[in-house]
């Protein structure tokens, strides 16, 4: 099976599920606040959203109740944000489908075929190859590469007052 992945990655709908999506999650979230999955996890947290950790070896993450699976999660989810290897795919949209989340996101490296095809049919939107962070950061004004909006566009420093 081939994979357009141009497909999972139109802007309109990266818009869509960034802006009606309040719950987000992070499937493989580490309490190692040296991994990406870390400082995303915080990021979006910052930035308004309800941050739910699923890791089974963790019982809290960012201050959250973590949960083992997907399956275990008590309360509405809407998008799954997936830390994982590509492979874990397949079983992660299934559960994504189980509990009616809106949108599957793959972050950057993790692209399955499978995956994708198994959370379309089940009705769910799925983003695939692209980091959360990043494009919200892309389109809510916030982008700068510490992720803080410095509210300065030069090459001078100090600048003008």
Not at 77 to 92: G, K, M, S
Request: with cysteine.
């Amino acid at each position: 099976m081939t994979l357009d992945l141009a497909r999972y990655q139109d802007p309109l709908t990266i818009q869509r599920v960034l802006h009606s999506g309040r719950t987000v999650a992070i499937v493989g979230l580490s309490s190692n606040e040296l991994r990406a999955s870390y400082f995303v996890g915080y990021y979006l947290k910052r930035h308004g959203y309800r941050v739910i950790p699923v890791n089974p070896r963790e019982t809290r993450i960012l201050d959250e109740a973590c949960y083992p699976s997907l399956l275990d999660v008590p309360e509405p989810v809407d998008i799954v944000n997936v830390f994982r290897a590509p492979d874990a795919l397949p079983e992660i949209a299934r559960d994504t489908v189980a509990i009616r989340a809106g949108a599957l996101w793959c972050q950057f490296g993790v692209i399955n075929a499978e995956g994708a095809q198994i959370a379309e049919e089940g009705g769910v939107t799925v983003i695939m190859d692209r980091c959360i962070k990043v494009e919200h950061a892309r389109y809510v004004g916030r982008m700068h590469w510490l992720g803080f909006n410095t509210q300065r566009i030069t090459s001078v420093r100090g600048g003008l007052q």
